[in-house]
């Protein structure tokens, strides 16, 4: 039985799309980008922020949430909106991404996964099952089918094993899933590594088994964008028009733009936060790095046409001041910058596609960040 | 020559004053709290929180501005209002204290106090004359005296040997100051220790020199309460009932409260930031610690009655588990109420009173912190 479809698409502009997809919390505009809260919480950044922003939509992760402070815990404190007072939809992953890289003694067999905690060391199992019912536990909007994730470059029968048994997964996900709350969704994972026909067959097999919609995952692992991107180009294709794709873990301003004019529709990075808290802002003329001693004395902002307030306000100078001194403050600052230049990045390209205007607004965009950052002072 | 006068005592209560402090950026309502922004930025609190919390005053140290990013720059950069966007009164202190209790290789002589950078090994040399030129250079509106504050318990001997040296740098402090910003003010600092005539002398020396206002210093700084209280106790009535009195790094809300009893009128302390950082909450009903386990399943806010909405809005269980994941929003979140309950505290001494009712007032909120945090759940 097929899955109801929650997407609605609105424009499209070569392979770009824009949309809009429904959940239990609310409506995601597409092509969204989800900025990444791991444990419940947007470090450095308040909610309002994050929503002020412009976010739609927030990632949590299920690998951290189900160890700490444990799903059926959140559960009986009414789900991850209410824990965290987040209001609007939250996408989970499956965990199963950060078992295979912050697990310890992890062991992979046809059931699930097996690990040790990265925290206390506690045996915990994982399985397709467990992972849909933490995800229902936890209030997802959209939940994630648990898949192997495998690291690039990787062997074919490497990539293939993994792949299929993601498949497997794939399907007993989907049969869990039955139970879930009414109105969220399941997404399906494309698996396949750099390889094109076991992409093909994963797709392939995932639209046969029916997802409200598909992630492509198993990218920005290690290889070149050039790959990445090539990738897409053989995966995008495969995909049902009418579904929402969701590229896992991408990424820069440049793939995010990249990907979409390859046909998808959701993004989630934890850039936009770490960076920030590396000293590094992104803007429209490219990335700005505030540690650099040039805007020790500089007292313009990092960029004065932006729409977000503390991008237009604080002096490169303090900031520069407060990265070099630790103060978190610093660090608060810059992570609100990037999600909001990563929000603004998102709604100017919903904005091209729906005018038509999408692959101009990539190369302004391309040329804005070439030129670098503003010039300095005179 | 005597310095003009920009307190206006409003209500006295006993001897608890309510008043204003008209600096250049603005009124300071009396008794005030001064949240501590050491270098130039409130550790995990924006600025906007701050000031909604109802804070008129914040304190920024000279000592570690001086070293970084140094006094010369911000006052380049339009002084710290501008550099840091906190639009309001700033207290400076002198630099003494942390001079005293950071730097290395430090050299008291009658001169001033030589010294490393604690950052990187620089040699400084911090005099009276030096220490208001660098709080200039900041835009100080309220300036202190270079002081030498000695820990307590220590001998006569040395406290009267600090004392004296403090009243000599005192006058050289009054006479570098003649050239600073126009409504800026510069606050002499009783020194003493727990010796009362030696606080007597050191009073009157400061008074025949002749200051906007007057700071107690060198309390809190390892004694008992009661020493302190005794000192206060001793102290506040020999200063000048029209000019304003500043108890320096005081205190738990306890402190504060006896304080005003005794006729102090301004406060700082990291205590609300540095506590928010370890997971501890100043409530109504006395401090919380939110890493006790108690709070992991209450969905409970610290305070539903509190009129800031982080202390009203965030669950204890998610708050104790941001504190327990060691997020930085925790630290955040609790940062801001702990500011926020301090303001609230000083808005109800000060109207207090204002009604006449200031004893009944510190009766109840004791009363209230003895009473403990809101009984568990049934």
Redesign the interface.
Known sequence: MSLPNHFRLQATDGAARAGALTTPHGVVRTPAFMPVGT????????WREVRDAGADIVLANTYHLML??GAE?IA???GLQ????WPGPILTDSGGFQVMSLAQLRKVTEEGVAFRSHIDGASVDLSPERAIEVQRLLGSDIAMQLDECVRLPAGRDEIARAMELSLRWAARSRRAFEIATPGAMLFGIVQGGDVPDLRHHSAAGLIDIGFHGYAIGGLAVGEPQAVMLAMLEETAPLLPTERPRYLMGVGTPEDILEAVGRGIDMFDCVLPTRNGRHGLAFTRRGPVNLRNARH??D?RPLDDESPWPATR???R??L???V??N??????LLSEINIAYYQSLMAGIRAAIAAGTFTSFRDAARENWARGDIAPRA
């Open positions: 444990l419940g919480a947007m470090k450095g950044v308040h700490r402070p815990r009986a404190l009414g209410k824990f965290t007072t020790a004395e007292p306000t604080y002096a100078a303090y520069h001041h407060l070099k001194a103060e978190t403050l610093g660090a608060m």
